[in-house]
């Protein structure tokens, strides 16, 4: 059985920093093709944030894609040894603030921005910024 687990949310002034974590099990020793982070504010339909894939991929650590509104700021990686997906969110802004999920599956690289594409998503973790 596949789990994920988000931890690392809270309340961050604006310009700070968060470094959200992903905690997946069960998904067998190859892990999945692709890993990403979403985000949902009351009210708005589930974005994409980041993601890190294998699929289409030359590089041995994945390519990473970002949405427009953070690049530059987020950084998204994997541990493939503690099979943990981080989200390094700096110089934040209250625009960010939104339950963060972390998703996992076999996701071709044209379906990697879609919610829909991902088959195992956490429960979500809180961030919230301040301005």
């Known amino acids: 059985q596949v789990q994920l687990a988000e931890s690392g949310g809270g309340l961050v002034q604006a310009g700070g920093s968060l470094r959200l974590s992903c905690a997946v099990s069960g998904g067998g020793p190859r892990g999945f093709s692709s890993y990403a982070w979403f985000r949902q504010a009351p009210g708005n339909e589930r974005e994409f944030v980041a993601v890190v894939t294998w699929s289409g991929s030359i590089w041995s650590g994945g390519s990473t894609y970002y949405a427009d509104s953070v690049k530059g700021r987020f950084g998204i990686s994997r541990d493939g040894a503690k099979n943990t997906v981080y989200l390094q969110m700096n110089f934040l802004k209250p625009e960010d603030t939104a339950v963060y999920h972390c998703?996992?599956?076999?996701?071709?690289?044209?379906?990697?921005?879609?919610?829909?594409?991902?088959?195992?998503w956490g429960q979500g973790t809180q961030v919230t910024v301040s301005s």
């Open positions: 998703a996992a599956g076999e996701v071709d690289l044209r379906s990697i921005r879609s919610a829909g594409s991902y088959a195992y």
